[in-house]
């Protein structure tokens, strides 16, 4: 029988990722690592989340928040394999034991099966999707192919048009690997020609199978131990490399700073501007400690995070003990603290760390050059973005605190881009007073613009 439901709330509030079909998913993109976990589950066929685990979970989740917006987030695997009616009978049980709270709903699908139904469903109920492609036909039918190895671009973008016909809110979540991270501005260009407006850029980062994994039968290795490191991990041939997200993340910035700013949304842009203007980042990864964001399985299991759903970091199942009581135990918040408690010395001397404070867990398995371990494998990439988006971040920022729109940045970029051919000798209109010569035209290699202010401020966001 389900435990009470009559449990407090944690010390803060948390987030759950919830798996409603498990691993299960219509497509076999070679570069996922979740649809290996179904290796988890060896007696079971079917990875449908059942009507009692689904009521238990709604109830406990919202019993659980402090806040009066409560945010549920559906993935996958994938998704949309359990139907419509699925997601109309979680629906009203959020409406039934709401409370008067404002509960919205999170939806992450690779589009394959999205159609008028789903489009009808999606926007009158006001789900936000998450719909990934990771670019033009080519480089999204690299790895994103159906279970026979055939294309799902064109049914991907069928599915998109499905959610513009019906207006439904849509984000892209765009994976950067090898596959991509060189193509940046024919990614960007593609997606912004496609109707997004809401960008996401994730890192594909992972290895080859460790002896943990090779005892559960994975295909991957399983996160490290905090704290640890090795000098050369043994990386899949398609993650990406730290020197190319960076640049592909720059490369982007630079087209955007000049065109697209309060047009098209960014998300490593956004939680810039969020860590400069002063309001955090907005998003775990760099975040300074983490621990919030969990993942719920199709059985009612729970797991430190997504990123961590193996053996070890399980840490129960809501049938037994109150998802609360799971959610705020002393192994997740020991999990969480452990982020900032191991940063390696070379993180904590580090002159972004204020910005990445040592960036996921997950991928924190790199030796730093004193031999310490946990330096994260993205940390160079990291590194050249932050120190190059700081000027004009803290520009904007300015722009901010002076309730200024932070599109006025454009306009500051072209007239600098003028400036570098016909004026040199003029005054920077970056606002620092000196000579444009002297100044953002120092070099080519200065490609953001530097603070509106001297004073250099604690990060900020917006």
Not at 251 to 265: K, Q, T
Not at 305 to 316: I, Q, T
Not at 336 to 362: H, I, M, Q, S, Y
Not at 371 to 383: D, F, P, S
């Amino acid at each position: 029988m389900p435990p009470s439901l009559q449990t407090s709330s944690p010390r803060r509030g948390f987030h759950v990722m919830t798996k409603p079909i498990g691993p299960a998913c219509n497509l076999k993109c070679s570069y996922c690592f979740y649809l290996e976990k179904s290796r988890l589950h060896p007696s079971e066929g079917n990875f449908r989340m059942s009507d009692t685990v689904l009521e238990a979970y709604i109830r406990q989740y919202l019993d659980a928040q402090p806040g009066n917006e409560v945010l549920f987030a559906w993935q996958g695997g994938e998704p949309t394999l359990l139907g419509v009616d699925f997601f109309r009978r979680a629906v009203d049980l959020e409406k039934r034991y709401a409370n008067g709270r404002r509960v919205a709903n999170a939806f992450q699908t690779n589009g394959v099966l999205l159609d008028d139904a789903w489009g009808e469903f999606l926007a009158r109920e006001k789900f936000l999707v998450g719909l990934s492609v990771d670019g033009p036909r080519a480089i999204h039918d690299r790895h994103r192919v159906d279970k026979g190895g055939q294309s799902s671009f064109d049914r991907v973008m069928a599915g998109l048009a499905f959610l513009k016909k019906h207006g439904v809110e849509f984000n892209t979540l765009t994976v950067v690997g090898a596959h991509n991270s060189r193509a940046p501005l024919e990614v960007y260009r593609f997606l912004k020609e496609a109707g997004s407006g809401f960008l996401q850029f994730i890192p594909l980062v992972e290895r080859l199978p460790d002896a943990n994994a090779a005892g559960l039968g994975l295909d991957f290795a399983t996160p490290p131990a905090p704290g640890k490191g090795d000098a050369r991990p043994a990386m899949t041939p398609w993650s990406v490399k730290a020197e190319d997200y960076g640049a592909f993340l720059v490369a982007i910035f630079e087209e955007w700073v000049r065109r697209d700013v309060g047009r098209v949304f960014v998300q490593m842009f956004d939680v810039a501007l969020g860590i400069w203007a002063g309001e955090g980042p907005g998003l775990c990864v760099f975040a300074e400690e983490c621990g919030d964001a969990l993942a719920l399985e199709h059985n009612g299991d729970l797991y430190a995070c997504d990123h961590y759903v193996y053996p070890a970091w399980r840490r129960g199942n809501l049938l037994e003990t109150p998802l609360a009581e799971l959610a705020g135990g002393e192994a997740q918040r020991r999990f969480g603290a452990d982020k900032k408690a191991t940063l390696p010395r070379e993180c904590r001397e580090c002159d972004v760390r204020f910005a990445c404070n040592g960036g996921c867990p997950k991928h924190r398995f790199l030796r730093a050059p004193d031999g310490e371990g946990g330096l994260n494998v993205l940390c160079a990439g990291y590194r050249r973005f932050f120190r190059h988006v700081a000027p004009a971040m803290e520009a904007m920022a300015h722009l901010l605190r002076t309730g200024r729109a932070p599109a006025e940045i454009m306009e500051r970029f072209r007239e600098r881009d003028r400036l570098a051919t016909v004026r040199p000798d003029v005054r920077c209109p970056c606002g620092s007073g000196r000579k444009f010569k002297n100044c953002c035209g120092r070099s080519a290699a200065a490609t953001s613009i530097p603070p509106a202010t001297t004073a250099r401020s604690r990060p900020v966001r917006a």
